[in-house]
């Protein structure tokens, strides 16, 4: 039998998986108002390998994009394995701006050569896409605006239990079976997203042996069987990717995103989760974590014996106030520090016994290697802030389409630059402070001011605008929008709210959404020495007038 070592690529681990615990549960999606679902190992090595044939069988050939907009679920999941087992990359199809501009840039970029979509003609996007499509027939696609684009493949309106629930109609001759597919550890697997410094996305490439890299450095402390994680983000994001299990072969509990509670109830449901299914470990933003451990100081009658002993905690520099959540809602917090290029660089494990100081990242995981320097790239001593420079052996393959950003995110001597601002300790840990330049920092994501402040001067009434980051408790960092009104306009902050709204993709939690929570009319922005706009008094302004400081 194959060894779980030799098993280096996701088919490989998928069909480990499958022999050594063939009926065990898996992968499990629970949502508002549906069944519970499981898939266990045997029926996903199984059904991803039958849609990777039918892939195959329409004419998709190994090495090629493809983007799947179903949500995760079991259909979703299996779209997910089963392009990777034909040999295919998976491409993140996270929706921003409700006309689907960067979306459209992306799919380009990709060079993407199918998509899966939703046969729900009121889904947004069967709608941004389908506008874009000349001419459909069967599983063929013509679009001059994405001329790389071949195949479509829908999902289908009645899904059986035992049947994949897409539509497959152009089938071609052909022999080859995607399991006698040579797949290697370095071959592309699934494209995810980072905010570039213009606001539009980089698309970073994974391979296989980047997954198994992942997996390795995130989950090294857990070693116990049979144990439950609960991981609300989506699979095809960095955070989100299913490595705990082709790492571990443990259950995860993953959310059915096509039917997510919002706001308040989404928080009361992932508390529920954790009770109902006894998830000892979950992955977390720092506001969650501090939602749910809220929730549990005031109803801590209602489930006793609560199960969760450990919480990864990522996305946003943490401070003291994470210290609140352990034994209120878990009895140890791992703080863990990385980029979507690099991996996890760093985990700080933090109990009631361990101490913490804000900001603290921990100690560098096994074959990373980090160095701060100053402006001019000399290395400073310990305890010297500057610029964060890391090398990892999960490293990105690169920037999808853009090779000259990809040379330009590394120093000559294969640095990466991560943007970041910190120091090392004495006793090797690292304080990680957050980013140089002005990306908005709003829980797990980033967001670039220049991108929505675009958007937003398409607003009638609105003549400039400076997006600036405000303090918030929890997400670190919330965005607040500052605009100057056209002369003899009589827009309010609530108009440009409204208009925002229809713009940007609305998102189960409000940290995933680019649309800013605050809105502020100026009559003039301050200028600095030079005549310029000072956005850090913008900044500082905002933040007095929403009595946030």
Request: hydrophobic share 35%.
């Amino acid at each position: 039998m194959e060894s779980f070592e030799s098993a280096d690529t996701v088919p490989k681990r998928l069909r480990y998986w499958a022999k050594q615990q063939p009926d065990r549960e898996a992968i499990v999606f629970v949502s508002r108002n549906k069944p519970r679902a499981t898939l266990t190992s045997r029926e996903i090595y199984d059904r991803s390998m039958k849609f990777g044939n039918h892939l195959a069988l329409i004419g998709f050939k190994p090495g090629r994009v493809v983007c799947s907009f179903i949500p995760d679920s079991p259909e979703g999941l299996v779209a997910f394995f089963g392009i990777i087992c034909a040999g295919g990359i998976v491409q993140n199809s996270t929706i921003h701006v409700a006309d689907g501009t960067y979306l459209l840039n992306n799919l380009h970029k990709s060079k993407c050569q199918a998509v899966i979509l939703s046969s729900d003609p009121d889904n947004q996007a069967n709608q941004i896409l389908s506008r874009h499509f000349d001419s459909v027939s069967g599983n063929r696609v013509i679009s001059s605006k994405l001329p790389h684009l071949k195949y479509v493949i829908y999902t289908g309106s009645n899904t059986l239990p035992d049947d994949l629930g897409f539509v497959w109609q152009d089938q071609v001759e052909s022999t080859e079976r995607v399991e006698e597919l040579s797949i290697k550890a370095d071959d592309g697997v699934v494209i995810v997203i980072s905010s570039g410094t213009t606001g539009i996305s980089k698309l970073i490439l994974y391979s296989h042996r980047n997954l198994k890299y992942l997996g390795d450095m995130i989950f090294s402390d857990i070693n116990e069987p049979e144990i439950s994680i609960l991981d609300p983000h989506p699979f095809n994001w960095a955070w989100g990717l299913p490595v705990w299990y082709l790492k571990t072969g443990c259950k995860r509990i993953s959310l059915d995103h096509s039917n997510v509670p919002k706001d308040a109830e989404y928080f009361q449901f992932l508390r529920d989760i954790i009770m109902q299914e006894k998830c000892r470990v979950a992955k977390l933003s720092a506001a969650t974590a501090l939602r749910l451990m809220h929730i549990n100081q005031t109803d801590s009658i209602t489930y006793p014996k609560w199960p969760l002993e450990i919480a990864y905690v990522t996305g946003q520099p943490l401070k003291k106030n994470v210290l609140s959540i352990i034994d209120t809602l878990t009895k140890t917090v791992i703080n863990t520090y990385g980029m979507s290029e690099i991996g996890v660089v760093s985990a700080k494990i933090i109990t009631k016994y361990s101490g913490f100081e804000d900001f603290d990242a921990g100690f560098l995981k096994k074959g990373v290697t980090v160095k701060i320097v100053d402006d001019n790239m000399d290395e400073v001593h310990t305890r010297q802030y500057g610029h964060i420079l890391v090398k990892s052996p999960s490293v990105f393959k690169g920037y999808v389409g853009e090779e000259d950003k990809t040379r330009s995110a590394f120093t000559e001597d294969g640095w990466f630059l991560t943007n970041d601002y910190g120091c090392l300790c004495e006793n090797g840990e690292m304080i990680v402070q957050g980013r140089f330049n002005d990306v908005i920092m709003r829980g797990e994501n980033y967001f670039h001011p220049s991108w929505i402040e675009n958007i937003i001067r398409g607003c009638s009434g609105v003549v400039d605008v400076l997006v600036v980051k405000v303090p918030d408790e929890e997400l670190f960092n919330e965005i607040c929008a500052c605009f100057l009104p056209k002369p003899n306009s009589n827009i309010t902050p609530d108009n440009v709210n409204e208009f925002c709204k229809k713009q940007f993709v609305n998102h189960n939690s409000n940290d995933k959404t680019a649309c800013p929570k605050y809105y502020l009319k100026f009559d003039s922005f301050p200028l600095n020495r030079n005549g310029k706009t000072d956005k850090k008094a913008v900044e500082e302004k905002a933040a007095k007038l929403l009595q946030l400081i």
